[in-house]
Every structure is written in C-alpha cells, then in structure tokens.
C-alpha cells in the first residue's frame, strides 16, 4: 500500500491541524492505520492508531485529549485532527499502515508500509 500524507504547515500554540494521508494500491481495510512523528533528535515515536474497522484506537498519553484518529474506509484515507497544539509537538508526522490483524498499536516495527511524511510547526 502506498501513502501520502497532507495538511501539516505552521500553526501558533493552542491552534489545530488536521493531518490527512490518503491510501492507495492496496485495499484501504486490510489495514490499522497509525501516526508516527519524529522530532529533530529525537527517535520516532507512536502517536495514534485506529483499527481497520475505526471501532478500536490507541493513543499514546502525551496527545490523549488533544489528538484524535479517524478514517473513511471509503475514501481510503486516515486523519489526525490536533488540537491545542504545543511547541513540543512540533515533528516530521508519518502515517503508516500494518496488517488488520494487529488491530491498534503504537510500536512501529508492527508496521510494514510508510508515507514520506509531513512537517508540523508549532510556533509563534
């Protein structure tokens, strides 16, 4: 399956984004989807991940509250609303996908497909 990702720019602190990456070669529900980011330094870490059907998701704690994942199994494509945004935040943003059967996860080595990533600023 290949994967772009969308929709990451500037944004002041407390402002929101919403991050999109679309799906294709592959069908859209063969996958969990998830968001990775990775932070100037820093290693990669887990964000969010929503199960193919959408009933299951998992968020890691440092964006529960302020994050949310969805998906449109019919338009084959995978959102992060974020809101409340903070400087910390500020990251490379990776969408990727993993066999169904992994239902959610945040461990990156459960997935095998990547996007090229977008960047999100936060800063004044």
């Known amino acids: 399956v290949q994967l772009v990702e969308s929709g990451g720019g500037l944004v002041q602190p407390g402002g929101s984004l919403r991050l999109s990456c679309a799906a294709s070669?592959?069908?859209?529900?063969?996958?969990?989807m998830g968001w990775f980011r990775q932070a100037p330094g820093k290693e990669r870490e887990g964000v969010a991940c929503?199960?193919?059907?959408?009933?299951?998701?998992k968020y890691a704690g440092f964006v529960k509250g302020r994050f949310t994942i969805s998906r449109d199994n019919a338009k084959n494509t995978v959102y992060l609303q974020m809101n409340s945004l903070k400087s910390e935040d500020t990251a490379v943003y990776y969408c990727?996908?993993?066999?169904?059967?992994?239902?959610?996860?945040?461990?990156?080595?459960?997935?095998?497909?990547w996007g090229q990533g977008t960047q999100v600023t936060v800063s004044s």
């Open positions: 990727a996908a993993a066999p169904k059967i992994v239902v959610v996860s945040l461990d990156e080595s459960d997935f095998a497909s």
């Open positions: 070669g592959s069908p859209f529900v063969n996958y969990a």
């Open positions: 929503i199960s193919w059907s959408g009933l299951s998701t």
